[in-house]
Structures are given as C-alpha cells and as structure tokens.
C-alpha cells in the first residue's frame, strides 16, 4: 500500500483564520443534516458525520450542541446548497461548494473572485466531467491491519486505499468509495468499531494539470480567496 494521490493545498496564504472558517462550515453542515433528518445523531448518519468531523478540527463540544439547537429554531436560516464551477488561471479546474441563504450574493462574489484572480466562472458541467465526487473516510492507522481492512471493506464499495496526511500534517489512512456507497462504508466502519477522524465528500479530479511554482501559486491564491468567502464550504481543483 503506497501514498494516496492528493491534490496541493493553498495553506500557504492561510493568514486568515481556518479555524473559525471550519466552525462556520461545519455549523451549516450541522443545520442541513438537522433539518433534513433530525437532532438526533443515534437515527442522523449525516449529523453523526458532522459530528466526527467536528471533533477533527477540535470544535467546542458546547458550539457543536448550540448549532444543533439554532438548527431546530423557526429563525433558522434555509441554506440552499450549489455548486459553482469554473477555471483558474492556466486551465486549472475548480469546483466551489457552496452552502448560502442568497444566492444572488454568493454568485456575485464567487464570480468576481474567479475575474480578479485571472480566471472564469463557467456553466454547470463545464469543468465537474474532470471530476469522481466520492466519499472519504481518514483514520488513524493505529491498531488497523490496511490488508485486512482492504479485503473487509470492498464488498462495502471501497475503491482506493493509501497513506495521506490529516488536517495537522499527521499520517492518515485515507479510504475513498464511491458517493453512491458512502452510507453502507460509513456503517461498515461503524460496525467494525472504527471511528473516522473524518468522513467528508470530495470531488477526486480524473486528470491533474502540473504548472511550473510561479503559475501554480497563481492558481493557489484564486483558491484561497474562495476559500475565505463566508458562503463557500470547500473547494477542489485539479492542480497536481
């Protein structure tokens, strides 16, 4: 088992507050899951999964139990969920989640970070055809057999398996399905006893584009830009 394929990370400009951008994040994956299927995490999978992932990024118990609790008030913003898609300086594709209470907002500044930044917001389907959007589950490697995990866990629809890093430059083993299997892995692994540091859905890119480092950082800062809006969730590319 070697390393998993995983695309650069735009952590370089990160002088702005990541953490208090994954607590937004995660607050508002909190409020759809409550509102699509309830407060309660034992019946939720979706809330169970914001919860790991929650823990991952050492959010406060007490926000994680306030933003389930604002979830089940009538004042409780609807967010609606799009996915914008678009190309970066020197072909690079990007993908942009979006969770927003105003679309008409979160279009304008997505749009205009894309024209600063030296590149174009495109139509839907323009640039997500270069993209497998699957499920992925990191663990620590402790006290896991990968082999025997491997075998275990193909019937459940895992597709690859390797070594990555985690949100703090720790090894990690990264496991990825198919979005379609991403209920039956999640249970699979809760059957077995294994909890996930994270459990997210990504878009994997297909085909990746290799730049020379003055072109890539170009491509780095549209990214982090984007990153920093308060409607965006997450953001993937294709940049090798």
């Known amino acids: 088992m070697g390393r998993i394929f995983e695309v650069r990370k ?14 937004t994040r995660i607050g508002k994956e909190i ?6 299927g309830g407060p309660d995490a034992n019946t939720n999978p979706a809330l169970r999964r914001c919860m790991q992932n929650a823990k991952a990024v050492n959010m406060p118990k007490d926000r994680v139990e306030a933003a389930i609790k604002r979830a089940q008030g009538k004042e409780m913003e609807n967010y609606e969920e799009i996915l914008y898609e678009g190309y970066a300086p020197h072909g690079v594709a990007v993908l942009v989640e979006t969770a927003t209470d105003n679309h008409v907002r979160t279009v304008a500044n997505v749009k205009s970070v894309f024209n600063k930044g030296g590149g174009a917001l495109g139509n839907s389907g ?37 070594e990555g890093t985690g949100e703090n430059n720790e090894e990690v ?15 699979a692994l809760e059957e077995k006893g294994i909890t996930p540091i994270s459990a997210e859905v990504e878009w994997i890119p297909t085909t990746t584009v290799e730049l020379p480092e003055e072109q890539a950082q170009e491509v780095l800062k549209l990214v982090d830009k984007l990153e920093q809006d308060d409607d965006v969730q997450k953001v993937f590319h294709n940049l090798a």
């Open 31 to 36: 409020a759809i899951a409550v509102k699509a």
């Open 126 to 162: 323009s640039v997500s055809f270069q993209f497998k959007k699957m499920g992925v589950f990191k663990l620590k490697p402790e006290g896991l057999s990968p082999e025997e995990l491997e075998l275990e866990l193909i019937d459940f629809g895992l597709e690859e398996m390797g």
């Open 173 to 187: 083993l990264v496991l990825r399905c198919a979005f379609n299997d991403f209920g039956s892995m999640q249970k």
């Open 10 to 23: 735009a952590t370089m400009f990160a002088r702005w507050d990541r953490m208090a951008k994954q607590f």
